[in-house]
């Protein structure tokens, strides 16, 4: 849950990709090519510090704190898109040829304590909670979708201002047809794939 709470903490509102092409000090500061999922993992590292009045593991043990921090990075981690396609095959793969209805357990109960199996899960559902705005009530998926596109729009703007190479499916988003395009395409490939 934690990696959920935190997995864009202090997000500028651009990618990693813009980061990097504009070098950004975060760009230097922070590992290629997730740069920001790299920078929120450090905030958060900043606020579970041991002595903060914001660490909530204050009553765990030091390998307890060890694993948990372990996870809370493999969620904020999962986040990054350039995993999108590994995770989806990793989902399909574990769910074998179960029906949609029968994935209540895709993961199969003699490896529960398997730790990898457990990491794997823990980063699917924190990708797919990242993705999860499209999967609410209409009225709440158009207000997730309209944020992204318009962030995508800007970031877009400042890159033709900036002379920088252009994300191409940021392109025109200002544009209701470029815009309903966009969001049908997220749905169809980057989606329904996951959910």
């Not at 729009?153 to 395009?181: I, W």
Request: glycine share 6%; with cysteine; hydrophobic share 40%.
């Amino acid at each position: 849950v934690v990696s959920v709470l935190v997995h864009d903490l202090d997000h500028p509102g651009v990618n990693s990709d813009f980061l990097i092409k504009s070098a950004s000090p975060m760009a230097l500061e922070y590992p290629t090519p997730n740069v920001l999922e790299h920078m929120h993992w450090a905030r958060t590292q900043g606020l579970l510090q041991e002595g903060s009045s914001t660490d909530i593991l204050v009553n765990v043990t030091a390998g307890e704190r060890e694993e948990i921090m372990e996870c809370i990075f493999q969620g904020i981690m999962a986040t990054d898109m350039q995993n999108h396609k590994t995770l989806v095959q990793d989902l399909q793969q574990r769910a074998g040829k179960k029906q949609a209805g029968d994935l209540a357990e895709p993961f199969d109960p003699a490896v529960r304590d398997d730790r990898l199996a457990r990491l794997a899960l823990l980063r699917i559902v924190v990708h797919a909670s990242d993705l999860s705005g499209q999967c609410m009530t209409p009225e709440v998926a158009y207000t997730f979708g309209r944020g992204v596109l318009e962030e995508f729009y800007h970031q877009s703007e400042k890159e033709r201002g900036e002379k920088l190479p252009e994300s191409v499916f940021m392109k025109h988003l200002d544009n209701p047809l470029s815009q309903a395009k966009a969001q049908l395409g997220f749905l169809h490939y980057v989606v329904v794939p996951l959910w």
